[in-house]
């Protein structure tokens, strides 16, 4: 039981991890970005074939796998999201946009599914697939590792938004995109950085999660649902909250799967979801005009 | 050729024309008030020259360079800002990071801390609440920020869109003797307002919208005492 409790809080920090990317877009381009799985997907694979051709360990890949999913999200924002998003740009529910990132989602999982075939892939990381021993509970070294790097890569993103002057320009622009310009903050590239920023997140938790997951192109789809779970239930737009929304699905997953099997787990999930939906709609922390 | 100088521009809000044939000018050193009333189409004369609206026909130059087609941020990097219709700060951001992102472009930005001392000499609320976020403060205090967040960029040209508005009479009168003193310093000043005796008084020319035409323009003090703008905006 502590070892599931344990488990789940570091399972639920990177989801928590994924969901912080997600919660970063909306927050900025007030967006609900569907392709956010299969960036996850992206950075699994990136890592994946990393390590196949060094033969290192995923926590290297990130050297590459960080600016390969930053341009990624960097360039699809640019190039196919900004044009749809300009047109819209007085719309108050940008319909088409969401469009766009559903179409991005199913081109990133079918273009994978045509490189790499449909079969599950594993890394075997040896090093870091042992359990170890932390009071006397009992966790891979890979999740530990995992939940260290989504922490400090959640206080990272804080302290950058918080802190530095490309940060509190993606603030501002997330509050209010014209007085934004007036600053003289050009909002596309902020929207390209966040999108960026997000993207690269996502490839983050994949290396984190590849030793003790697997990789196929569709993988992604469960997190996404998963995400969206943890951004409503933490208020859409906190970063804390995505956090927060993380560690709980993560503790319901794996208790839950202790007591009932791990598909009622996920409807378990579901119902939380809704009830949320019914009595606190703004999720836990509230819907925030910051992250 | 003046400082900024706007010939006969036509703007649309999609099909909908909402400046016809507009044109004016302002030097160096001045203080404008565009006056007018409500849906007069001052907002959109400001919003144009700031770039976030580009007009159909007709041009703006701006130190002897056309700007019409250029994009908000590439204006403000040139100098000219725009202080917006209802403050516009950053809710959730404090009064110090506010005026921050004022100084955001490259012209204003490594000064940002000597700019913010005398913002705090012109308003010295604001460096008692510099801590406190924008969207807790009062309504004469957001207008402060407002004012020194534009400020903040080191203007050649200042526009302010309505800063009286919502304010009691007596912030009123601070506020214009703000806007006055930033004039003295060398400011340039456009001044939108439909309180016209705050605005005129302070004024050395201006132009007066109606329905989306310049009806009328010229001394601010002869203005204030024509008959024809007194019957318009003051009903006597
Ligand atoms: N976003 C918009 N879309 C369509 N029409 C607008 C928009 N903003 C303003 N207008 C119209 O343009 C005209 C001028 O508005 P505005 O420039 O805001 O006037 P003012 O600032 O003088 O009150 C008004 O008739 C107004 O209804
Ligand atoms: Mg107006």
Redesign the interface.
């Given at each position: 039981m502590g070892s599931a409790i344990l488990n789940g809080i570091l399972m639920g920090s990177i989801y928590g991890l994924t969901a912080v990317g997600l919660t970063l877009i909306f927050g900025v381009l007030k967006v609900i970005n569907f392709a956010q799985g299969a960036f996850l997907m992206s950075g699994l694979f990136a890592t994946y074939w990393f390590v196949k051709f060094t033969g290192t360990n995923p926590y290297l890949a990130l050297v590459v796998v960080v600016p390969f999913t930053y341009f990624m999200g960097y360039y699809i924002q640019k190039f196919l999201i900004k044009p749809v998003f300009e047109s819209e740009k007085d719309v108050r529910e940008p319909i088409g946009v969401i469009i766009v990132t559903t179409g991005i989602w199913y081109m990133l999982d079918n273009l994978a599914l045509m490189l790499f075939g449909a079969q599950y892939r594993t890394i075997n990381v040896p090093s870091v697939s042992k359990a170890i021993s932390i009071f006397g509970l009992y966790a891979p070294l890979s999740k530990i590792i995992g939940f260290f790097i989504s922490i400090t890569v959640s206080g990272l993103l804080f302290w950058f938004l918080k802190y530095s002057k490309m940060g509190k320009a993606i603030r501002a622009t997330s509050q209010d995109r014209e007085a934004a310009s007036l600053m003289g903050i050009n909002q596309y590239k902020i929207y390209n950085v966040t999108f960026g920023i997000g993207t690269a997140i996502c490839g983050i938790a994949g290396a984190v999660l590849l030793p003790f997951y697997y990789v196929y192109p569709t993988v992604g789809m469960h997190l996404d649902i998963m995400d969206f779970v943890i951004v409503v239930l933490g208020g859409l737009g906190s970063i804390p909250g995505a956090l927060v929304g993380g560690l709980i699905i993560g503790l319901i997953e794996s208790v839950g799967s202790q007591f009932i099997a791990y598909s009622w787990t996920i409807e378990v999930i579901y119902i939380i979801f809704l009830i949320i939906l019914f009595v606190k709609p703004s999720g836990l922390f509230g819907v925030k005009g910051e992250f | 050729m003046s400082f900024l100088e706007i010939a006969n521009i036509d703007v649309a809000y999609g099909d909908i024309e909402v400046l016809f044939d507009v044109s004016l000018y302002i030097e160096k050193g001045e203080v404008l008030s565009v006056i007018g009333a409500n849906g007069a189409g001052k907002t959109t004369t400001l919003k144009t020259i700031?770039?976030?609206l580009h007009p159909k026909k007709g041009s703006i130059i701006f130190n002897d360079k056309r700007i019409d087609n250029l994009?908000?941020?590439i204006i403000?990097?040139r100098g000219i800002?725009?202080v917006?219709e209802g403050r516009?700060?950053?809710?959730?951001?404090s009064v110090e990071?506010n005026l921050?992102?004022?100084s955001?472009?490259s012209r204003a930005?490594d000064d940002r801390f000597e700019t913010m001392k005398k913002v705090f000499d012109l308003f010295p609320r604001l460096k008692e609440r510099r801590r406190q976020l924008a969207g807790t403060l009062s309504g004469g205090e957001r207008q402060m920020v407002a004012v020194g967040?534009g400020l903040m960029?080191k203007p050649e040209i200042l526009m302010f869109d309505e800063p009286s508005l919502g304010l009691a009479p007596i912030l009123v009168k601070d506020m214009m003797t703000a806007i006055k003193e930033i004039a003295d310093k060398g400011t340039t000043i456009i001044l939108v307002e439909q309180n016209i005796h705050a605005s005129l008084n302070i004024s050395n020319r201006a132009y007066v919208l109606e329905q989306g035409y310049v009806v009328n323009n010229g001394d601010a003090k002869q203005l204030l005492d024509d008959p024809s703008v007194q019957k318009a905006f003051l009903g006597i």
């Open positions: - | 700031s770039g976030l994009s908000p941020e403000v990097e800002i725009h917006p516009r700060l950053f809710p959730f951001m990071e921050e992102m004022g955001y472009n930005y967040r960029a």
